[in-house]
């Protein structure tokens, strides 16, 4: 009997596992277990450390003596650090420039990529060429010409100017062209037929069907412009216009190694809309970002 | 004859008009995407060069062509050699350990536990936090006298090392930092990964008698490679890319300790005003990253076509 008959053989009889292998699922088991009790606490402790921070007072803070739990419920380091510095601007602010910017990147994207899947166009594949070129080029190494066109145009310290050089999107774009590739021809044509445009081709039935992945899109796009950093801090050149990341970062020179209290809470600030966000979507959030790595 | 020569022009007329019609809307959509970039990438891209090959303060009305000058400045500098080093190490450092953490984690988690997709997706959330909220989160984390490393350290009788002052202990914070955030992205795509190995791959080594090691050596690892390069150029890109950590926490210090090359180009550009310097960073990051990009799409157009 050859080997590859005996290995079909085994594979019928589906003998029961050796002992050695049971041994091995137990203790990768086990292994598994810390693993998820570890993963835990790596991101958990330093999380407890800030909600715990912003709960506690200077004196607690202060303890040469580490003091792990604040003694009680204390929220007066909000309030300082609501009256601090401008939040409720900082939050406009904040939400404005993602609503726009991601509502900007995701119309694009979607728009973009149906036009190159599903609209005829003569060098079509030009136009995809020149959004890879511009995946080549990361945001900051054009910062300071960027600042400068936004100089000149006077958008320095304006939401447009916060907005306008992220609004346009080149891997959205080239992850949802992927995707509507594989959307099968004749749904669009057979729309075509019945005489419906392509806006609305887009809008009823390439949209829908896309949901998905486009929701996935969307929400990453929210999530960048909101912790955004690097651009806001250069084009803000006041308070007032300041979004929640740039905020903090002042609070922080103000008040950082004295009052850590109030600076943790201010953290909270920023931190929490993303938070809950994440909670209502992780799940389709975490699988589709896996899915797009994966699959492409 | 009169009426298909008829139908025949009425047809090319309504083809030539369709085809506009067609050309307007890829205008429409696809129009406002590509006009942007060519406003804020395209052009920037070539003004880069062209600054990098000036002498300009940002504010004096005169800029001077100095040709290579900037460049010559820029690589004699003695400080460069540093920051281009540590843009390396932290690079290095970082990639490494988000891959080979992040491939324990997967491997651990990939299988059937109780609260595995709660593990998982805790790992995840720090990359979907704002930077700047994490960095400063860890600076009261490393503070040497009241942090959270000192509360774990102080009753050990251990003395927490000078984390964010000492130019010995500045990079591996930032490092940790930066792991922290990015850890469980790469575990969450190895995971995908693992899940896209055929189950029937390991029974059939299993059969053949191969050790655990033997199946990680000879199934796993080969299945998770394109996973894993595509880890490789993403984080790579990402820690080129890293400016608020650094900004926040160290501000590029103690004594360029962890002054990296994104952060050089903002100190030069906008704390220094030297533009045409700052132009040349921007260039040399930009053939860094034209490089690792070129070879994340060749990945990805392949995962496409062959999948």
């Known amino acids: 009997m050859n080997a590859l008959m005996e290995r079909d053989a085994q594979l019928i009889a589906q003998p029961a596992p050796a002992p050695s292998i049971r041994a091995e699922a137990a203790l990768s088991k086990i292994l598994g277990y810390s693993a998820v009790i570890v993963a835990v606490l790596i991101i958990g402790i330093p999380v407890f450390w800030l909600v715990t921070g912003a709960l506690k007072t200077n004196r607690e803070i202060f303890n040469a003596s580490p003091q792990w739990l604040p003694s009680h419920l204390m929220l007066d380091n909000f309030a300082n650090a609501w009256n601090g510095a401008p939040f409720g601007r900082y939050y406009i602010n904040s939400f404005i420039t993602t609503i726009l910017g991601a509502a900007c990147e995701i119309t694009m994207a979607v728009t973009t990529a149906y036009a190159l899947v599903f609209v005829r166009f003569p060098k079509r594949d030009w136009v995809f060429v020149l959004l890879l070129l511009a995946l080549m080029v990361p945001e900051e190494v054009v910062i300071v010409p960027n600042y400068l066109t936004i100089a000149n145009w006077r958008l320095v310290n304006t939401y447009a100017g916060i907005v306008l050089p992220g609004a346009s999107i080149a891997f959205g774009t080239f992850l949802l062209r992927q995707y509507f590739r594989t959307l099968p021809p004749d749904l669009i044509d057979a729309s075509r037929v019945d005489g419906a445009g392509h806006v609305r081709a887009m809008i009823s039935i390439v949209a829908p069907v896309a949901a998905p992945a486009v929701a996935t899109a969307g929400l990453l796009s929210v999530v960048a412009k909101w912790n955004d950093y690097l651009w806001p801090l250069i084009v803000t050149t006041t308070s007032d216009m300041r979004t929640l990341p740039i905020g903090i970062s002042w609070l922080l020179d103000q008040e950082g190694n004295t009052e850590w209290g109030v600076v943790m809470a201010a953290t909270l600030f920023v931190v929490v809309p993303v938070i809950l966000v994440f909670l209502y979507a992780q799940r389709f959030l975490v699988s589709g970002i896996a899915a797009g790595a994966v699959k492409g | ?307």
């Not at chain 2, 090319?12 to 067609?22: K, N, Q, S, T, V």
């Not at chain 2, 029937?200 to 050596?217: I, S």
């Not at chain 2, 993403?234 to 890319?241: E, K, M, N, V």
């Not at chain 2, 990051?285 to 062959?306: E, G, H, P, S």
């Open chain 2, 1 to 307: 004859m009169q009426l298909t020569k008829h139908d025949f022009s009425a047809s090319i007329a309504g083809r030539i008009r369709r085809d506009w019609r067609e050309w307007l809307i890829f205008l429409a959509f696809a129009g406002p995407n590509v006009a942007l970039f060519a406003i804020f990438t395209y052009a920037p891209m070539v003004n880069n060069l062209i600054l990098s090959f000036n002498d300009w303060n940002m504010i004096s009305s005169d800029k001077a062509w100095v040709g290579l000058q900037n460049y010559i400045d820029v690589f004699t500098d003695s400080q460069f050699s540093r920051i281009f080093l540590n843009t390396i190490v932290f690079t290095a450092a970082s990639v490494t350990l988000v891959l080979a953490l992040g491939l324990g984690g997967g491997l651990l988690l990939n299988q059937k536990l109780r609260g595995r997709n709660a593990a998982r997706s805790i790992l995840f959330s720090p990359h979907i936090l704002s930077g700047a909220a994490i960095a400063i989160v860890w600076i009261y984390i490393f503070d040497p006298r009241f942090g959270l490393i000192y509360a774990v350290l102080h009753p050990l009788g251990i003395q927490s090392p000078n984390w964010l002052t000492d130019p010995n202990w500045s990079m591996p914070a930032i490092v940790i930092v930066y792991v922290w955030k990015y850890l469980g992205y790469a575990t969450v795509i190895y995971i995908a990964g693992l899940q896209a190995i055929p189950g029937d791959l390991y029974e059939a080594a299993r059969v053949d008698g191969a050790g655990a090691w033997m199946r990680f050596r000879h199934v796993t690892l080969p299945g998770l490679s394109p996973v894993m390069f595509f880890l490789v150029l993403t984080s790579i890109l990402s820690s080129f890319q890293s400016f608020d950590i650094i900004n926040i926490m160290t501000k590029g210090g103690p004594i360029n300790s962890t002054n990296t090359l994104i952060y050089h180009l903002y100190e030069l550009g906008f704390i220094n005003f030297s533009i045409g310097r700052a132009g040349v960073i921007g260039m040399i990051l930009f053939v860094l990253m034209f490089v690792v990009t070129l070879l994340q799409l060749r990945y990805l157009d392949r995962q496409v076509n062959y999948a």
